[in-house]
């Protein structure tokens, strides 16, 4: 069973940084890639950040320039450092990891407001 637990949301003001972490636990067999999607109430799951095994990276349009997707690929840990935050980024962050399976994690809320 895998597992992915996130960390590092909460409350922030429009211009500030998050970190937000995702470690990946279980048996894994190979992962393809790992990835941060959000999602608002009343709408879909938003891609924001993908990056492959091999280090190739994508963004939403609307996070280019402001977030950096990193990963440790022997911790099978993914990062997403977000920065110059804007109210519009408020959401729910899930990790999502890409193996033989797709796996998500649990959801850490990121809330940007003054």
């Known amino acids: 069973q895998v597992q992915l637990v996130e960390s590092g949301g909460g409350l922030v003001q429009p211009g500030g940084s998050l970190r937000l972490s995702c470690a990946a636990s279980?048996?894994?067999?190979?992962?393809?890639?790992m990835g941060w999607y959000r999602q608002t109430p009343g709408n879909p799951r938003e891609l924001v950040a993908h990056?492959?095994?091999?280090?190739?990276?994508n963004y939403a349009d609307s996070v280019k320039g402001r977030f950096t997707i990193s990963r440790a690929n022997a911790q099978n840990t993914v990062y997403l450092q977000m920065n110059s935050l804007k109210s519009e980024d408020t959401a729910i962050y899930y990790c999502?990891?890409?193996?033989?399976?797709?796996?998500w994690g649990q959801g850490t809320q990121v809330t940007v407001s003054s």
């Open positions: 990056i492959t095994s091999g280090g190739s990276t």
């Open positions: 999502n990891l890409q193996s033989t399976k797709t796996y």
């Open positions: 279980g048996s894994i067999c190979s992962i393809y890639g």
